[in-house]
């Protein structure tokens, strides 16, 4: 008795109820259908665009191993296909209608798709996958589709399978007659195509499900239903986002007499008998793409969008628009083609290419651009700017790309500004390319190697400079005890770029050391800083897990500061209050000890201040602005900065910073220079961070004589910092389906900028003003697809926007303390979205539905502190009196 128990469970597990068990000399015919739904991610299928493919499926045994029964060769006959809409749509609306299955496939595709297959199953799994080798591989990812259903296993547990999907982790939960598979299709191995943004929070998150529950009878299925679900989201923008669903039903609907089994020791011989034209394949899909067959050339489109490019423009929505068209197509051509516009175009143009080139990041587009642009010509550094500056904001950068820079650096330059650029993207790129885990990539030791070891020798402080702002963009842990020296014991610019280059590192890697040196900068231990230096310190202090003792000396200093740094340390300590920083709660503990809180150090004077506000506060990411401006004792502005930071629950986004610095301008109006800055150059100057990529300063004047030069000549133009458009969200994935099409989902936005800044006198007036001014349009487009060769089905969603930023400071030092007005506006904002969902034959036939919504953002001037919006009243106060009072 004991022993018939065991050879029960013995054949229990390796008999046929370890894999799907087909009778002898039976046909099982099955219903089965396959449809696809494309929609936005909250909306019922019921009105999503999408297609359904039905047809009869006949499977019968062919052959069984006689040394093991649950080795099987079963045939599978797709029969009677029909192609119609996934939901019921009104005659006009339907694109299949009057249209035979034969027509809206295709004769020679219809042929090969009821070909039938053959699949040797070992224990309810896909051994050999046997098809006819040249069929369009269109129709052999159909029946891999199919075929990949008839994998399954009879007990609970996991393994990995390879199927359509590639090699996947799959887990089965078996109850009684009914098997449920889940599959992993974020560890699925197979060849896919796609990238993604470099920052996440420009990025599209995804989420992919599948699901397959098989229902049994006699060993053998009575019915699949399978399902896969793929939701892709905008992280800036949740509401932009889009799903594909993918539905595969099988059921069993009678079984009939069949033909007898096939007399044969070995598999071979049954194909062979069979069919000597079968070959074995494997289950996974083979790479499809249907080609498009009437589009425009890559010159035709340029021209359809050319005249949205021009430089007057670029403030516009379209231009955005149009630069996401024009970089699609580029990314689907040759080298030739690319080369054949760039030589062609004019000067007002250009520019605009060489970004859409750039951007394209493909092989054949960096060939193209790297062998139109010679940077022995100086007269073409405008086009060698764009190129660089499209290499610095690249989406996801190659190895190569950092290669031919590096090569182009170690190379002759005739502009200099060029080679500081070039060096300065480079950074940026490591940083870019360590982020992804290459950092052991020969290109970027290389690179990493060249910016050290060339900084270790530098002696010219522009050779100083050039490298350390590259190491601003790399961000490399290695580069950190160069920076302390240079923070330490370098001048002027030098020490200020290196203490604001540190400033940029996350606060995990602001090790004891680093502490401990700017706590030596800031309280002056070793030597006299400029305040510009000593106050970026102080905020690396505050801004990562400063001790109580740290909290409390910065405290204790404020009152023995020259005056306008002292008013700044305040504002500097109250914002960390009101905005609530991670070390707040030390600096409120801190304030309890009555030697650091009192009046006398809570009431110092000057017009030096910090502030940050929120921009937006929304459930996908929130942003911030702060302004912090430092005046010297005279009234002149030592430093202006305004950042916009992005971010949500996990990731920031340095959006925008621009920095405006001005030094030994006393001069001018004849007042004593602050301790420690009686011997420094005239000097102003602007340096903007966009996106994370900190850009080549701009310098307005340097020195005496080039100051009252662009004083006397001043237009009160303010000055570009940077032009042009920006790829920022460049997110593309194509998707295996189980049912067989292959999906894509590609969102791009792009951004077109104008950003300026200037710096005004007036010795009549006693007045100087800076500006900065912010324009940008965005245009963000997602398309998600499904292509099945025979019919295209998906949603197109479009965003614009166009909006202006300006930030402008008013200094009046006529009297003291002096009157300092500080403004952020941004002005009313038109704001659209568009979505249209399709289906489209090869044959032009279209069926389209559209939705769309236009709002406007109102303007809005940002609160600052109640201070500042009691001195622009004075100031404007002042100007209007003065007005009326010139005679």
């Known amino acids: 008795l004991v022993n018939s128990k065991m050879l029960f469970v013995f054949v229990f597990r390796t008999g046929h109820t370890t894999g799907p068990s087909l009778n002898n000399d039976k046909l099982y015919k099955f219903a089965y259908s396959a449809e696809v739904y494309v929609d936005r991610v909250k ?36 029969k009677d296909v029909q192609v119609e809409n996934v939901n019921e749509r009104p005659a006009a609306e339907n694109i299949f209608k009057g249209k035979s299955t034969e027509k809206i496939i295709g004769k020679e595709y219809l042929e090969a798709l009821q070909r039938p297959i053959v699949l040797e199953l070992v224990r309810g799994k896909v051994k050999t996958f046997y098809s006819y080798q040249n069929e369009p591989g269109f129709t052999q990812n159909i029946k891999r589709g199919l075929a990949s259903l008839f994998q399954l296993q009879l007990h609970s547990g996991s393994s990995r399978e390879v199927d359509i999907s590639g090699k996947c982790n799959t887990t089965y939960h078996v109850r009684q007659d009914q098997v449920t598979k889940i599959k992993d299709l974020d560890s699925c191995e197979i060849g896919k195509k796609g990238f993604t943004s470099h920052n996440r929070i420009l990025d599209v998150n995804t989420k992919a499900t599948s699901a397959t529950v098989y229902v049994l009878e006699d060993s053998f299925i009575k019915s699949i239903k399978a399902e896969e679900n793929f939701v892709f989201l905008l992280n800036y923008r949740r509401k932009t986002g889009a799903k594909i669903v993918s539905k595969q039903r099988l059921e069993l609907k009678s079984i009939q007499a069949g033909l007898g089994l096939i007399a044969a020791k070995q598999v071979s011989s049954v194909i062979k008998t069979l069919d000597p034209n079968y070959v074995a394949m494997s289950l996974e899909a083979e790479p499809v793409k249907s080609e498009c067959k009437k589009c425009p050339s ?80 100086a007269s073409t550094s405008i086009l060698q700017e764009r190129f660089l500056y499209a290499c610095g904001f690249a989406s996801h950068p190659s190895e190569t790309l950092l290669k031919s820079l590096t090569e182009k650096f170690k190379g002759d330059v005739a502009n200099e500004e060029i080679r500081e650029t070039l060096v300065i993207v480079m950074g ?31 002696k010219k402080d522009d050779n100083v400079q050039m490298y350390l702002l590259a190491l601003k963009n790399a961000l490399l842990p290695e580069a950190i005890p160069v920076l302390l020296k240079y923070a330490e014991s370098g001048e002027g610019p030098i020490s200020s770029l290196a203490a604001t280059t540190l400033q940029r590192y996350d606060p995990s890697f602001l090790t004891k050391e680093v502490k401990e040196t700017m706590n030596r900068i800031y309280h002056q231990t070793r030597k006299v800083h400029e305040k510009t230096v000593r106050t970026t310190a102080a905020a690396i202090i505050l801004n990562s897990n400063p001790s109580y003792m740290e909290v409390k000396n910065i405290l204790l200093s404020i009152g023995e500061l020259p005056m306008e740094m002292n008013k700044y340390m305040l504002s500097m300590i109250q914002d960390i209050l009101h905005f609530e920083m991670p070390s707040s709660k030390t600096v409120r503990k801190v304030l309890k000890d009555m030697r650091t809180h009192n009046y006398d150090r809570f009431s110092k004077m000057g017009s030096s201040s910090a502030y940050t506000g929120y921009i937006t506060r929304g459930p996908d990411v929130s942003s911030t602005y702060s302004l912090d401006i430092l005046y010297s004792g005279s009234g002149i502005l030592r430093r202006s900065n305004m950042n916009i930071h992005v971010f949500d629950r996990n990731t920031e986004l340095h959006a925008i910073q621009v920095v405006i610095e001005a030094q030994g301008l006393e001069s001018i109006i004849a007042a004593t220079p602050d301790e420690g800055e009686e011997n420094l150059d005239s000097f102003a100057g602007m340096s903007a961070i966009l996106f994370d990529f900190q850009l080549r300063p701009v310098t307005f004047f340097q020195g005496y004589g080039d100051l009252m030069s662009k004083m006397l000549s001043a237009t009160g133009d303010p000055m570009n910092v940077v032009k042009g458009l920006v790829l920022l969200t460049d997110y593309l994935q194509e998707i295996q389906l189980q049912s067989g099409p292959t999906a894509s989902a590609e969102f791009l936005g792009g951004l077109a900028i104008d950003i300026s800044g200037g710096m005004e006198f007036s010795l009549w007036y006693r007045e100087s003003k800076t500006s900065v001014k912010n324009r940008v349009a965005m245009f963000i487009a997602g398309n998600t697809e499904v292509d099945s060769f025979f019919i295209k089905t998906g949603m197109e969603t479009t965003l614009e926007a166009e909006t202006a930023l300006d930030f402008i400071s008013t200094v009046q030092f006529s009297q003291y303390p002096f009157l300092v007005c500080m403004q952020m506006d941004r002005v009313e904002s038109p704001f659209r979205t568009h979505m249209t969902k399709y289906e489209s034959l090869p044959s032009g036939r279209r069926y389209t539905a559209r939705r769309g919504k236009t709002a406007t953002l109102a303007g809005n001037e940002y609160p600052l502190h109640q201070e500042n919006s009691n001195m622009c009243k004075k100031v404007f106060g002042a100007k209007s009196d003065s007005a009326g009072s010139w005679f």
């Open 43 to 78: 909306a019922s299928l019921q009105k999503s665009a999408g297609y359904r493919i039905s047809s009869g499926v006949d499977v019968n045994l062919l052959w069984r191993n006689p040394d093991n029964d649950d080795d099987q060769l079963i045939k599978i006959t797709i």
């Open 298 to 377: 890559l010159s035709e489109h340029w021209q359809s969008i050319r005249e949205h490019m021009h430089p007057d423009k670029l403030s516009k929505a379209e231009a955005a628009k149009s630069f996401l068209s024009f970089i699609q197509k580029i990314r689907k051509a040759t080298k030739e083609e690319i080369l054949k516009i760039i030589r062609s175009e004019n000067k007002e143009f250009l520019p605009q290419v060489v970004d859409a080139v750039t951007s394209a990041q493909t092989p054949e587009s960096l060939e193209a651009i790297l062998e139109f642009l010679d940077f022995k010509d």
């Open 428 to 458: 940026a790129l490591i940083r870019k390319l360590c982020d992804r885990g290459g950092c052991k990539l020969p290109a970027v030791v290389e690179a990493k190697r060249l910016i050290l070891n060339r900084l270790e020798k530098a």
